[in-house]
């Protein structure tokens, strides 16, 4: 018989509770990553539309609510990450001296070691563009921080440069290619957990899976491309400073 | 058919193993993977050598006690149990890697013999109806849909080898959990307990040191009952449903 303590009986923080939470931040990571490139492909629309949309996030009443909650989220999957990895390595002390992968996919296999580099490169990534402490273009390229406005209602405001701080810091090639090797690395990780927070959250069966596991995949190319369009159309001159200092 | 066997030698779990090379000669095509591991026991005997343990009984594909990580996959190249796996799968001269499953949770006994009271010990959590349903009532008095049936049977066809644990990545036993939570929660019978079943389960799981499922799916592939990783899309559901409130 199962006792009702006995069918009650569960930890704090079982497994699979811990997967949902991995599953469920992931999502919100990944419609962050989404908003995200859709807001940079505005660098398309020329320099007033992009330097208007940085302005407007810049200027977001719930901005840094909006930040701490993203961070709490990151902090979140990662923490969770941190110790069902622990339980992982423990599970199995002692390895085989011969291992085949039969179906896995290298994306799924790597997920820690993807996810740590995107950890390094969101680090460099908020130095670079957020902070300005690293490879931040100066004056010396031709770079204005600031610029006026030209474009009503805005006429005369002046606004940080956001469009020609991209452009200039992406026509360094290092800078250019660090981006695209990242995304490489983002597309990865969303390869396999674009579609494993599907099976995590229980959505996956039968008839839903052929679907469900393409989103993986098609995401990370839909990020991939969408990220890397940006310092490659730096690199080929299709966007261009907009101004001289 | 020649072959040279690198096999796992432990005398027990407290003393260390390690990898021991052996040469088998004249094996035919049609010998089965065990009668060929006899074959090298009544030579290693013969030489006044101690045999190499393993786990065996029905020889049939369906009791679920035969094991044995072959050349890295479990079971061998073959979907289908260690027992009805035949050299014929193997070239002339190949090398095999024959180990033990490996996870914390399944201690080493004796060279390739390992210790799956673990499983049973998660069966006890609650992978059973404890409903005392008296004598058997008129077929079909309870309609259950076809597929609800078919799915429940797939599930139920697990026959509690390990090979999910030996091939995961991170030696987690979701696969074997979700068969029983899968097949219990599609039948009537398993209704009234679905709750309790898969919070007790999985925190057995827990407690019994298997690691958590990565979705590497892995599992699926070496089961030699091909059951899905859907079932454990339905254990995630089950709990889900279980932490949020009762389901009836």
């Not at chain 2, 091909?226 to 254990?235: F, N």
Request: charged share 15%.
């Amino acid at each position: 018989m199962v006792s009702q303590n006995q069918l009650f009986r569960t930890g704090p923080l079982a497994s699979v509770l811990a997967k949902i939470g991995v599953a469920i931040t992931g999502g919100g990571l990944i419609l962050f990553v989404l908003a995200h490139m859709f807001g940079n492909l505005q660098v398309f629309l020329g320099p007033d539309t992009f330097n208007l949309y940085a302005y407007k996030m810049q200027h977001m009443v719930l901005l840094w609510p909006a930040r701490i909650g993203l961070l709490a989220i990151f902090v979140a999957h990662m923490g969770l990450v941190f110790l069902l990895t622990r339980q992982n390595s423990v599970a199995r002390p002692v390895g085989y001296a011969s291992y085949e992968p039969i179906q896995s996919t290298v994306a799924s296999r790597y997920m820690l070691q993807t996810g740590v580099v995107i950890l390094l490169f969101v680090v460099y990534h908020l130095l670079h563009f957020t902070l300005h402490r690293v490879h931040y273009p100066d004056s010396t390229v031709g770079f204005a921080a600031q610029i006026e406005y030209q474009t009503p209602p805005y006429v005369g405001q002046q606004m940080h440069n956001a469009y020609d701080m991209v452009v200039y810091s992406f026509q360094q090639p290092v800078v250019a290619l660090v981006y695209v090797l990242a995304q490489l690395f983002l597309a990865a990780h969303l390869w396999h957990g674009g579609q494993s927070l599907f099976q995590t959250i229980g959505m996956k069966n039968e008839n839903r899976r052929a679907l469900l596991t393409r989103v993986g995949p098609l995401l990370a190319m839909v990020v991939l491309i969408g990220n890397c369009s940006i310092p490659i159309a730096v690199l080929l001159n299709i966007l261009q400073a907009s101004s001289t200092a | 058919m020649h072959f040279t066997l690198k096999i796992w030698r432990q005398e027990n779990a407290d003393v260390a193993g390690g990898i021991q090379t052996y040469e088998v000669d004249d094996i035919s095509g049609d010998t089965s993977f065990l009668e060929m591991l006899d074959i090298l026991n009544d030579q290693l005997e013969s030489d006044g050598g101690l045999p190499v343990a393993f786990d065996h009984d029905c020889r049939e594909g369906i009791c679920g006690t035969c094991s044995l990580m072959i050349n890295g996959t479990p079971h061998g190249p073959e979907t289908t149990t260690t027992c009805q796996l035949h050299m014929r799968s193997f070239q002339d001269g190949d090398t095999i890697f024959i180990e033990p499953w490996r996870a914390a949770a399944f201690p080493v006994v004796r060279d390739l013999v390992v210790d799956r009271s673990a499983f049973d010990r998660i069966i006890r959590a609650g992978g059973f109806v404890s409903i005392d349903t008296g004598s058997a009532q008129d077929a079909n008095n309870t309609p259950i849909p076809k597929d609800d049936a078919d799915y429940a049977f797939d599930a139920a066809t697990c026959i509690g080898c390990g090979a999910c644990v030996a091939a995961c990545k991170n030696a987690s036993a979701m696969l074997f959990v979700s068969a029983k939570v899968s097949h219990l929660a599609h039948v009537p019978q398993g209704d009234a307990e679905r709750r309790g079943r898969v919070l007790s389960m999985v925190d057995t799981m827990d407690a019994e040191g298997f690691g958590s499922c990565t979705n590497y799916t892995d599992c699926e592939a070496a089961c030699p009952k091909a059951i899905s990783t859907d079932h454990i899309a339905v254990l995630n559901r089950e709990f889900i449903r279980a932490k949020i409130g009762r389901t009836t």
